[in-house]
């Protein structure tokens, strides 16, 4: 009788995630390459915009950038939308751009990418080539996204935003181990893939006692805070229909402690840098057993290892493991509890609005 094989992780291509994690690497070098040609051009400031989704990943990039960055460093983190009708008193012809579109479609990106071409700004996409965003910035200022076999959360888009981003930093001396961290990181996509092995059966426990729950709570600050707003807003909000509330760790004694309840599930994300302190604050909150209630789960990415990197890049991996756990796996078994297909909408892309 044939042996029924494992399934380690459930929907998951593991060699097509693998291969796309080479694909990211080599992508990231093209990634660095236009950050050369911005820092030999010179700028001065960094705009990074998105909407939604990209808008969420971009957050990651803008914190680590002031982290690192040195005091005369100008980093912006724009709103597409927003900005195509405020526009923004500090872009000039000589400031830089950078935005992302998965589909390659995103109206109010190419809106803003259009304007932006017209007043002079240098802008580059992370993006289809052949779609309009890509077209409207032009081949030699566009990187394709990492293809994606049907596995994986945001974490490649992330390396290759931070490809870019670290590596200005390093043109102007503030981030001298660029390079150190490009080889630490180059198969950092097996260990995410093992990270994603350990965290499964704890992904599935969480969905199906609390997919169902009329309201859940999101807390997580730094580097962690825009994949807390992209799995709770992105995943949970507009592709499973759930009514979330995400709230930094800072802002969390001040309003949304008084809704806790037995009933509504509380996630909270605890990063790796400045902010752990205010995730620990909240840890001993929820494990104080005064809000009456033991529904809360705690995600800590220190819990996992990568071999071989610097305890000075953690900071930086930390959302590529948020992401690969919750925007990954938590969504994976979200969808089956729910059973709402992730890729259906009521209204996004359904029509023009």
């Keep these: ?101 998965e589909s390659g479609t995103t109206p109010e990106v190419l809106e803003a990418v259009k304007k932006l071409k017209q007043m002079g700004v240098r802008t580059f996409a992370m993006t289809k080539p052949e779609g309009p965003i890509g077209q409207a910035v032009g081949a030699e200022n566009c990187i394709r996204m990492a293809s994606n076999h049907g596995a994986g959360g945001c974490e490649m888009g992330y390396y290759l935003a931070d490809c870019f981003g670290l590596r200005l930093l390093n043109r102007r001396g503030c981030f001298p181990k660029f390079d150190l961290f490009i080889e630490q990181t180059e198969n950092v996509w097996a260990e995410l893939l093992d990270m994603r092995k350990r965290f499964e059966p704890k992904a599935e426990e969480f969905a199906r006692k609390y997919g169902l729950a009329p309201y859940t709570m999101f807390i997580g600050s730094g580097a962690l805070w825009g994949e807390t707003i992209l799995f709770s807003m992105c995943i949970l909000e507009e592709m499973q229909w759930k009514r979330t509330r995400y709230i930094t760790s800072h802002d969390f004694f001040h309003g949304t402690l008084e809704l806790l309840e037995p009933g509504v599930p509380v996630v909270l994300f605890k990063g790796e840098d400045e902010c752990r302190a205010l995730d620990n604050r909240v840890e001993a909150f929820l494990r104080s057993g005064k809000t009456g209630d033991e529904d809360y789960l705690i995600i800590d990415t220190a819990e996992y290892a990568i071999p071989g990197l610097d305890d000075d890049f953690r900071v930086i991996v930390s959302p590529w493991i948020l992401s690969s756990l919750v925007t990954d796996r938590m969504a994976a078994y979200y969808e089956t509890v729910t059973k709402h297909n992730l890729k259906y909408r009521r209204y996004y892309h359904q029509f023009d609005y």
Excluded: C, P
């Design 1 to 101: 009788m044939q042996e029924t094989e494992k399934i380690e992780i459930m929907n998951f291509d593991q060699e097509g995630y693998l291969a796309d994690g080479k694909a990211a690497v080599e992508a990231g070098k093209k990634m660095a390459q236009i950050a050369d040609r911005v820092a030999d051009e010179g700028y001065d400031a960094v705009f990074l915009m998105g909407v939604g989704g990209t808008w969420d990943e971009l957050m990651q990039l803008e914190y680590l950038m002031n982290k690192f960055g040195d005091k005369d460093l100008e980093v912006y983190l724009i709103h597409a939308a927003e900005w195509n009708v405020m526009g923004h008193k500090r872009m000039t012809e000589r400031s830089v751009v950078l935005t992302a579109s």
